[in-house]
Each structure stands twice: as structure tokens, then as C-alpha cells.
């Protein structure tokens, strides 16, 4: 397959394993330090390993072989204060290179971890989350393998091989040139089994993310899974994927198996062949039995690292599938960046400015939103509705700058979004999504989160004030009672007014409402409105409902239909109309149960103000 062009059935393109390696390597910069100590304590330990064969050589032919105790003394000490010296580098390599393996792992992670957290939302709607993770954990460690430990054991096997080679050639070069012919089929057995290994363990990591998101969808979904009797489905789901998992792994142990007998065998005819030729040489008086043990010790200790040096290039090849997998995160680009040159201006008063918009979603066959105008000012209330897939829930990606549009601008007290500094944006501008976002952490982080740094009083406020201390100081723990996304401790309605002082802590001059009604009966609804009201209050509200009990309120109603405004104004007046708001508005009020506490004015009628400019196609 051509590495630079072609793609695996699953998508992720083949890349070699040095272009692999040259894109992780920066990423050690500050540990290259430690990573040539280690090195060095390498060296001194092949040395001493060296140093103590040579030494087992002369013991065997001065005092094994003559029987004199006094000839063993002076080899042994040296001997042994080799052994302890040689121990205590290693010790010192291992500690430092374990120290090295886990900064870089969690370094990577970091880099990983932080690049998708960029990137935008349509990323994770193609991606399934199970198997992100999967590249987050094992293919980050598989880079390990190929960047820090490949170097390390690299390193190791080399320095060990030609520390033991050149002693071996000490003693006798005529009978170590005659044992290292046979040293190249390491390499090319090594080089047979590589293509293979390379392609079992890319679909074997495949596996293993599909199988994480098997699970993972299982559980978060685990009441439609016991209602829908849906177990025997989702096992078989389950089965299909550990199949193939299965599959790739009996491969993989018995490539890499036949490989390790293969290596057996030829290491077996090296020893023996140097055990012959050294019968031989001993029978002719030419070597004596101690030079021939500790040239068969060399060999004994060469081929290990001879062959982890073939070997490496397995691993590698193995570790290049996960890299493939983490540089397809790396390589997606996120929508939107900071500028160059971010605006210097203080917080807004909060002036809305939607000037022609239109944007359509990556690989999306039409636009979410064609031409959209309108302006909202602080104070205001305005509610954009329309039908399901509108657009109306694009705008609120648009707000806090998810994406940006593809024609037009929009404007926060006259300064484009793309001018703000990301993180001061959404700082100025709050969303409350439609799926209610909680933290597995403690209410009191759940709140907090809204504005780090936050002192327990206000936290406290922001929760009265979302009509939630009173339900909060009932849990186990109070504020520091834990909850998760799952969490049965809280109902709905709770978890959304949890929200609500989140948003209330942030304090922003924007917010951005969508769907705060979902999923709430008509009684949690109603708890919710007077806190809604309170964090409306005085602040640019925009709210992306199909609940149109809340739109008597509004100063304004904007109904989206296929990415345009097609009709704007207040309640009453779309009514009288009988237009597309009439229609939704008694099809809502046909189906579902009228509740009157929800036309409640969310705060006091304003005084009478002239209607804020809005334009829109055809105006």
C-alpha cells in the first residue's frame, strides 16, 4: 500500500514510522537531558556486564581450572564490586528512563487532550466517543513505545552488542567472524514479520476503540436498553466487535510467537556452531576452557540485544498504527482561532448584531442558515423558533463562536466576534444548552464552574437566586455533595436550576438559551421561570425555543424556517397574522397542555420603547 496516499478501509491514512517519529519528537524537548543519562547508564552497565564475563573467564582458567583458592580471591572482589557498581547504574537508567516514559505519556496526553478540545462539534458527531478514548489512553502509550522506550532499548541493545562483540573479538576474531555470518537472519526475519504485524495491530486497535464505544454507548443508553429489551442487541453488538478484536489479537501472538521460535532456532545454531569450532580449537591446544566459556557467555549476552535491535523494528511498526490513529486527531483543524490582533475593548453592554449571515456546516449538502439578520439589545428578550432543523440552535453555535459564518458578520456592541480573544467571548457570552451539563464533582464545582475562583458566598447567592438552596442543602452533603451526569439523586428541573446559577455566577451581558424547557414537566417548568427571570434580567437575552408558551414575554419573536427569518414580531401581532408562528403556535397548543403559570412576565413591563431596527431578506 502506498504510504503516502492511501487509506486503510477504516480511514485512517498509512504513514511511515519516521515521519511518525518526526512529528512526536518535539515533544520531548526538555527531557532530552535525562534521556542521554540514561543513555550513559547504559553504557556503564554493558561495560560492567562486559567486564564481568571477561573476569568469569579468568577465574575459570587460573583457579576452577588449577583448583587454587588463592588465584579466586582477587578476580572475585573485582568481580563483585563490578556486579554492585554495574547494579547501581542500571538502577539509575530505570529509574530515570520509567521517569521519562511517564513525563512524555503525560505530556502527550496533554497535547492530545487539549487539541480536541478546539476542535469543533461536528468532530465529535463523526467520531464515536469510545473510540477517542481509546486513542487517548492506549495509542498514546503505543507512541511511548516508538519515541522514548524504542530510543532507550534502542540504545541499550546497541551499546550492549558492541561492547560484547568487541570482547568477543578479543578473544578470538577467526571464531567470532565465523558465529556473526549467521547474525543478518535476525534482521531478516525480523523484516519478514513486520508487514504483518503492522497491519494485525492496526486492525487490533481499530477493535479495541470500537469495542470502548460499544460499551460506552451501552451504558449512557442502558434505560432504552433494559425498556426496548434490547440486551440480546447490544450483546451481539458487543460480540461482533470483540470478534474482530479477537481475531487481530490470536494474529498478533502468533506472528509475534513464530517470530520468537524462529529466533530460538537460529540462536540455537549459533551456539552451536561456537561450541563445535571451540571443541575443536581446545583439542588442538589453540583455546582453553575458560576463553571458550566466556566467548560462549558473549555470544550468550550478544544475541539478546542483537535481536532486540531486529525486534524493535516490530515494535515500531506496531506503534506506527497508533500514531496513525492520534495524528488523524492532530491533523483535524479546529474552526475557529483566536486573532492575531484581539480587540482591547472592556465588557460590553451586551448589543447583538446578526448582519447577513449564512453558514452551512462542513459536508453538509445544504446551508443551516441563509441571509440572517437581526438585532437584539440589553434588556431585550427575543425568542427564535421555528420548526426542527431551521437553524435555529446553528445561531447559538454562531454566538459562542463553535464556527463562524461563511458570509456576513456578527457584532457585539459594533466589534466583530472573530475579534475577541475566544476565551473572553465566552466570558461575555453565556450559553445554557439544551442537554443540562454536569460535572461528575461536587455541586459546589458545578456552580463554580461558571466562574472560577468563585468564594463560597457567592456561589451561595447564585443558587438562592436560582431557587435551588433549598433542594441543595437537603442532599447528603449539602454543596459538596457529589453528582454525576447520571445522577438519580437530582430530578430535571433541579439539575436545570443548577444550570441557571451557573449562569447567574458567570454573570455575562449575553445569554444565550436553548430549549431551557426541554425535557421538563409542566410543574418543573414552573419552577423554572422565576429563576430564568432573574438571570434575564437587565442582560441581551436570546432564547432558541419550540415552546411557545414562553413567547407572550418576548419583546420579539424570530421564526426560522430552512435557515431564513420568515416572519418577526411581537406575540399578539404573528397571531393576528396568521402566518408560519400561527400555525406552530396552535399546533403546539393542540398537542400540548396549556400552562398558564408559564405566561407569568418574566420581570416588569419596560417602558414603552420604539421597536429596535430589524432586517431581514426581502426587507
Known amino acids: 500500500m502506498d504510504a503516502e496516499g492511501d487509506e486503510h478501509e477504516y480511514g485512517t491514512p498509512s504513514i511511515p514510522a519516521r515521519t511518525a517519529f518526526r512529528r512526536f519528537w518535539p515533544l520531548t524537548r526538555g527531557l532530552r537531558g535525562p534521556l542521554l543519562l540514561v543513555w550513559v547508564c547504559t553504557v556503564l552497565a554493558a561495560l560492567a556486564e562486559t567486564g564481568a564475563v571477561l573476569l568469569f573467564g579468568d577465574l575459570t582458567d587460573h583457579a576452577l581450572a588449577t583448583g587454587s583458592l588463592g588465584a579466586f580471591w582477587a578476580p572475585a572482589v573485582e568481580w563483585l564490586g563490578i556486579a554492585v557498581a554495574g547494579a547501581l547504574v542500571a538502577y539509575a537508567g530505570n529509574s530515570i528512563a520509567a521517569w521519562v516514559t511517564e513525563r512524555f505519556v503525560l505530556r502527550l496526553r496533554e497535547h492530545v487532550f487539549d487539541h480536541v478540545q478546539q476542535l469543533p462539534p461536528h468532530f465529535f458527531q463523526r467520531h464515536r466517543q469510545g473510540d477517542l478514548l481509546s486513542r487517548l489512553t492506549g495509542d498514546v502509550e503505543a507512541i511511548e513505545t516508538m519515541v522514548v522506550s524504542g530510543l532507550v532499548g534502542a540504545a541499550s541493545a546497541a551499546f550492549s552488542a558492541f561492547f560484547y562483540a568487541a570482547a568477543a573479538f578479543w578473544l578470538r576474531w577467526d571464531l567470532a567472524a565465523a558465529t556473526f555470518v549467521l547474525a543478518p537472519l535476525f534482521w531478516l526475519a525480523a523484516r519478514r514479520f513486520s508487514g504483518s504485524l503492522g497491519a494485525v495491530s492496526r486492525e487490533g486497535r481499530v477493535a479495541d476503540g470500537a469495542i470502548t464505544s460499544v460499551v460506552e454507548e451501552s451504558l449512557g443508553n442502558i434505560v432504552l436498553t433494559q425498556a426496548y429489551g434490547r440486551r440480546d442487541a447490544e450483546r451481539r453488538r458487543l460480540r461482533e466487535e470483540a470478534n474482530a478484536w479477537f481475531r487481530a489479537s490470536v494474529r498478533s501472538t502468533r506472528l509475534n510467537e513464530a517470530y520468537e521460535q524462529l529466533v530460538q532456532v537460529i540462536e540455537t545454531v549459533c551456539v552451536l556452531a561456537v561450541i563445535g569450532i571451540g571443541a575443536w580449537e581446545i583439542s588442538t591446544g589453540r583455546m582453553t576452557l575458560g576463553r571458550l566459556l566466556a566467548f560462549a557467555a558473549f555470544l550468550g549476552y550478544l544475541y539478546p540485544p542483537v535481536r532486540g535491535l531486529a525486534q524493535l523494528g516490530l515494535t515500531v511498526t506496531a506503534a506506527t498504527a497508533g500514531a496513525e490513529r492520534l495524528i488523524e486527531i492532530l491533523d483535524a483543524r479546529p474552526s475557529v482561532r483566536d486573532p492575531r490582533r484581539p480587540t482591547e475593548t472592556g465588557r460590553p453592554d451586551g448589543t447583538v448584531e446578526v448582519q447577513d449571515v449564512s453558514f452551512r456546516y462542513p459536508g453538509a449538502d445544504r446551508a443551516a442558515l441563509e441571509r440572517l439578520s437581526f438585532t437584539v439589545t440589553p434588556g431585550e428578550l427575543v425568542i ?236
Not at 425 to 431: A, G, I, Q, S
Not at 465 to 485: E, N, S
Not at 511 to 525: C, I, M, N, Y
Open 384 to 619: 427564535v423558533t421555528g420548526p426542527s432543523g431551521a437553524g435555529k440552535s446553528t445561531v447559538s453555535k454562531l454566538l459562542l463562536r463553535f464556527y463562524d459564518p461563511d458570509a456576513g458578520r456578527i457584532l457585539l456592541d459594533g466589534v466583530r466576534l472573530r475579534d475577541y480573544p475566544l476565551a473572553r467571548l465566552r466570558e461575555y457570552v453565556t450559553l445554557l444548552p439544551q442537554e443540562t451539563l454536569v460535572l461528575h464533582d461536587t455541586v459546589r464545582a458545578n456552580i463554580a464552574c461558571g466562574r472560577p475562583g468563585a468564594g463560597d458566598r457567592a456561589i451561595e447567592e447564585a443558587a438562592r437566586a436560582a431557587d435551588a438552596h433549598d433542594f441543595i442543602v437537603r442532599l447528603p452533603d449539602g454543596y459538596d455533595t457529589r453528582v454525576d451526569p447520571n445522577t438519580a439523586r437530582l430530578s430535571g428541573g433541579q439539575l436545570q436550576r443548577l444550570a441557571i446559577a451557573r449562569a447567574l455566577l458567570r454573570d455575562a451581558p449575553v445569554l444565550v438559551l436553548d430549549e431551557p424547557t426541554t425535557g421538563l414537566d409542566a410543574l418543573a417548568a414552573r419552577r423554572v421561570v422565576k429563576p430564568l427571570r432573574r438571570l434575564m434580567a437587565g442582560r441581551t437575552t436570546i432564547m432558541i425555543t419550540h415552546d411557545l408558551n414562553l413567547a407572550p414575554d418576548a419583546d420579539r419573536i424570530l421564526v426560522v424556517d430552512r435557515g431564513r427569518i420568515v416572519e418577526t414580531g411581537r406575540h399578539e401581532e404573528l397571531l393576528a397574522r396568521g402566518g408560519a408562528y400561527a400555525r406552530l403556535h396552535r399546533s403546539q397548543n393542540g398537542a400540548v397542555t396549556d400552562t398558564a403559570e408559564l405566561r407569568l412576565p418574566l420581570w416588569p413591563e419596560p417602558p414603552a420603547r420604539a421597536p429596535a431596527p430589524v432586517s431581514w431578506p426581502g426587507a
